[in-house]
């Protein structure tokens, strides 16, 4: 790949984190689900993404494309916060990567294998779901739930400041999101709203044969929105209908802002839960890109196995 198209591609092609806008495209239904307290739960995950990387024409690169498969372990303990119901969560993923591209007429490969960031969560409830022990819980109906939510992503994933595509960001990321749950029966509406922040990547594409220099790049917000409707056939056996809209996140390098960064997107999927035990469940999914304006317009299909029991810590 020429130094041009290099130069072209860097002011780009990082957004939403490592890769173009994967971030933003959480579908993820009953994430404000009440539990009760000392419920602790171990999820195995592989979340398979294939597809496009859409440039709109900012930059010089056709036929690009990726193929990422990324397993995790995540972690989640429900505790009482002054008295309303609340979880901790903390996620580490894997990300093994294949990435194609053509700029003027030559075909440049990529393959990343490492760790992705670190990503760590805490939501409590603010209205219809107190803190409970196992046996009022038992006695308790869900009806209107709103909660609010902090995700931090830490910079601990695979970073290499001399090359262009990385599994790692090396910056920090949080979004502040407040959602809502409404049970009608067996159904059950979700809907989020929320703001991805972002810190600056101080080394980004530097120290190399192109650009020797240290290389600044920031990012505005990325406005997110989501909304789920699910349905209850029985307790842990349950389908959802997913969609979601995220829009900002221009970059820019050095300080010179590049407009046609802006990423104006939306998913839609579904999600399935199966119980295969008391303390076992399997939930799989599937997503595609409804409108992708710019960034990665991925296929997504996901298979989780979760472990869940309810205890007290000695």
């Known amino acids: ?96 990567g294949h990435f194609k591209g053509t700029a003027f ?22 209205k219809g779901g107190p803190a409970m022990d196992l046996a009022d819980f038992r006695k308790w109906q869900q009806k209107t739930l709103v909660g609010v939510s902090l995700k931090v992503v830490a910079p601990t994933g695979q970073y290499d400041p001399t090359k262009l595509i990385n599994l790692g960001s090396n910056r920090w990321s949080f979004k502040p999101e407040v959602g809502l749950s409404q ?10 709203a929320g703001v991805w922040f972002f810190t600056r990547n101080p080394e980004f594409f530097s120290r190399n044969q192109y ?50 960064t802006l990423q104006k997107s939306s998913r839609v999927g579904m999600t399935a839960s199966f119980p295969l035990t008391r303390r076992q469940s399997v939930k799989v999914g599937y997503a595609d890109g409804a409108y992708i304006r710019f960034g990665g317009d991925y296929r997504i299909v996901s298979l989780a196995w979760q472990y869940s029991w309810i205890g007290k810590p000695n």
């Open 183 to 192: 049970r009608w029966g067996h159904w059950i509406l979700d809907a989020y």
């Open 105 to 126: 007429g030559t075909q440049t490969n990529a393959y990343r294998s490492g760790l992705f960031d670190s990503v760590f969560r805490l939501a409590v409830n603010i």
């Open 1 to 96: 790949m020429s130094r041009i198209a290099v130069g072209a591609a860097a002011s780009v092609l990082v957004l939403a984190g490592p890769l173009p806008g994967l971030r933003a495209q959480d579908l993820t239904p009953r994430a404000y689900l009440v539990t009760p307290i000392h419920t602790n739960a171990v999820t195995l995950s592989d979340i398979y993404n294939d597809g496009n990387l859409d440039f709109e024409g900012a930059v010089p690169i056709t036929d690009a494309t990726a193929r990422l498969n990324m397993p995790l372990v995540a972690v989640v303990h429900s505790l009482s916060f002054f008295g309303r119901s609340a979880n901790v969560a903390a996620t580490l993923p894997y990300g093994v």
């Open 211 to 260: 650009f020797p220099d240290v290389q600044d790049q920031t990012q505005k917000p990325i406005a997110a929105f989501e909304t789920h409707l699910s349905y209850d056939f029985r307790p842990r056996l349950w389908v959802s209908l997913d969609g979601n809209f995220w829009r900002g996140g221009e970059t820019s390098l050095n300080g010179v802002e590049n407009p046609a």
